[in-house]
């Protein structure tokens, strides 16, 4: 079967992306799936995360997977074929870059595909250095996006049995903002939430998940609580933004407003997408101190 | 007094499994009638999975103001304190609004 890609792959196109592959039954629609990159003419950073989960979630289900792009790809930093090379996004799946000039681009990081038990050291190590030399800011000072971001390696271990996600981040420097995408292919949030409150909807559940404390005494343990924590710290503390879509559901926290908002999609999104938009103009320089703690 | 310097016995203050073992650790302690500080030398952030199990849970055991009385934290920074003050406060609230009626 071929799978052509929305010309414009963002958030808002990779419905039809993924209706085209994944059928009513939640299975992929064929044995093998020929992706033609041809039309592609932009792709967001999200959009990398995307097609990583999708490649993930189809190679798990032993699904032939091939890629077609035109041989000559243009050395334009706004090709999105070059952007997809220069991520090694080309490398990771096919085993090497299309161009032998493919780099990373010193405002993302690599295409990375993370698992639980190295996410830590991942985080502290090669995120944490990136944004901290892309914002020239002391890693300390970042200690509370660090922690955010372990909140959702927490919550992909907690809901997700594959422990692995699918990562990519880019800094725009004109817009003082950090685009940070993540994604599993597990069973999603919902059904999780849905073990303790059976009648919600995809979307009625990601609401659930947010809330403080909604449980923390069944096993994942942590429902709600790390999702809070990271709701807390990315909207009202960074006056950033924040997307979840997890199997049909889809919740949006945007700064400014007093609630999120939640909705449920007729696309299936295979496991769960956060998109962390963080304003860097909030991000502040935090001097080494301790602080003693009183109850 | 018992003094637990986290990282001597965890890399990190970050999974539910991380949390158990400073968890065992204070329990043994608090069950000896003994005073437990916790020091977070070398540690800059904790998730809130870590203080769940760690700290959140000793709330199954012990009472409040028990731990309020006799567990001190050292060494730790305003994200830490910020982590462990916010889920005492709302787990503490959340149990004394538990009503139990015999069915």
Redesign the interface.
Known sequence: MKVTLPYRLTRETMYQLLERVIDRDLFPKDKEIDFDFTSLSFIEPVGVTILSNLFEWLKKRDIRVIITYQSSISNDKWNPIKYLDDSMFFKRYTGRTLNDDARVRDTTIPLEIVTYANS?QWLDSSLMNWLSRTLNIT??SL??I??CL??IF?NI?DHAQENTGCIFAQHYPANNKVSIAISDFGVGIPNNIRKINPSLSDGEALGKAIE??FT?KTNP??LG??L??LVKNVVEHNKGSLFIHSNYGILNCISGDTNYTFSNEDSFYPGTLIEINLRTDTIFEIEE??????? | MVTINVLDHVEHCYSNQDGAIIKSIIIRALSNNECVTISFRGVDGVTSSFVNTALIELLDNFDFDLIKANVKFVNSSKQINNMIRSRFRFEVNRRKNLVKVLA
């Not at chain 1, 101190?289 to 109850?295: G, I, L, Q, R």
Request: glycine residues 12%; negative net charge.
């Open positions: 830590y890693k300390n200690t509370d660090k922690m372990g909140e927490n271990n403080e404390g923390t343990r942590n609580v790390g809070h924590t101190v301790e602080e003693e703690f009183e109850w």
